[in-house]
Structures are given as structure tokens and as C-alpha cells.
């Protein structure tokens, strides 16, 4: 899967902001690589957002009980979960990660 950020340059900093990813936004000062910082609060972004969906899960199946309703709930997170754990790409691509001055 890929995420495309983009990046300006605002002062001395970089800047890369993810606008598939609201929230998902970080900065490099002079010195630091930006596609390094850009991808670790992207994988910290992924990794909240794959939280808050399985305690939503969670919340669902504790207010059902057993029955249809409960597997397919059960099956979906399954699902969700397994996608997770597929590999990933985070790359962000090299166009992508030019300054826009």
C-alpha cells in the first residue's frame, strides 16, 4: 500500500503531510531526513488507527451475544487483522518527497 505525502519547505524545516492520513503530519529540521521522520509518524498514524478499529470490535461484540451477528463480527475483525499483519510498503515515493518551495 502506499501513502503519498506531501512535502514543503516552510523557514529552515521540511515538512510532510499525508492527505490520505488526516492527522498524519511531521517536520524535519535542517539536518534530519525528512523521508525517515515522514515514515515513522506514518507506521505511528497505521499503527493508532489499527488500535482504535479493534477496540471498536471489541465494543461491538461485547454488546452481542452469541448468534449470526457475533461471528460476523468476529469474521470481520479477523479479516482486519490478518490484513494488518500482511507487508507493507511505506515508502514514500521519491517524487513525492521533493520540496515544493
Not at 26 to 37: Q, S
Not at 53 to 65: C, D, E, H, P, T
Not at 67 to 88: F, I, M, N, S, Y
Request: hydrophobic fraction near 40%.
Amino acid at each position: 500500500m502506499r501513502y503519498p505525502a506531501v512535502v514543503t519547505k516552510e523557514g529552515k524545516n521540511l515538512l510532510a503531510d499525508f492527505p490520505t492520513c488526516p492527522g498524519c503530519h511531521t517536520f524535519a529540521p535542517p539536518g534530519l531526513d525528512i523521508e525517515h521522520e515522514a515514515k515513522e509518524a506514518l507506521e505511528l498514524w497505521l499503527e493508532s488507527h489499527l488500535h482504535e478499529s479493534v477496540k471498536s470490535y471489541a465494543r461491538q461484540l461485547r454488546r452481542l451475544g452469541p448468534g449470526r451477528e457475533r461471528a460476523r463480527v468476529l469474521k470481520a475483525l479477523r479479516d482486519h487483522l490478518a490484513a494488518a499483519r500482511t507487508p507493507r510498503q511505506l515508502r514514500v515515493p521519491d517524487a513525492a518527497m521533493r520540496a515544493r518551495r
